[in-house]
Nanobody, 129 residues
Framework: QVQLRESGGGSVQTGDSLRLSCTVSGRTFSTYTVAWFRQAPGKERDFVAAMRRSGGNRDTSYADSVKGRFTISRDNAENMPSLQMNSLKPEDTAVYYC????????????????????WGQGTQVTVSS
């Protein structure tokens, strides 16, 4: 059984940084698309960032709202890519979710929640002004 678990959330001030990690158990992935989504109270779950890996190739994509501030990267071979969040703003406040599929999604699929097979329980990020 595949399980994902996010960690690293917390309460910070505007301009601070956080690093979210996504730990996977139950399966290893050689080909995958991993994404971070977030959901603020009363809003839909929105795409934040994704990394696709196939063989030795990796590429990343970001929502416009986080470009230049957030970076998705692979820490080590055991974990899924983490999300480094810099220059945080109050509008970044949300529950952040890690999602994985063992497929290399095409570009038009990356931002859609239905295309991911496994999800974590989420980690809360609160940014105060």
């Amino acid at each position: 059984q595949v399980q994902l678990r996010e960690s690293g959330g917390g309460s910070v001030q505007t301009g601070d940084s956080l690093r979210l990690s996504c730990t996977v158990s139950g399966r290893t992935f050689s080909t995958y698309t991993v994404a971070w989504f977030r959901q603020a109270p009363g809003k839909e779950r929105d795409f934040v960032a994704a990394m696709r890996r196939s063989g030795g190739n990796r590429d990343t994509s970001y929502a416009d709202s986080v470009k230049g501030r957030f970076t998705i990267s692979r820490d080590n071979a055991e974990n899924m890519p983490s999300l480094q969040m810099n220059s945080l703003k109050p509008e970044d406040t949300a529950v952040y979710y890690c999602a994985v599929t063992p497929r290399r999604l095409i570009t038009s699929q990356i931002r859609w929640t239905n295309d991911y097979d496994y999800w974590g329980q989420g980690t809360q990020v609160t940014v105060s002004s």
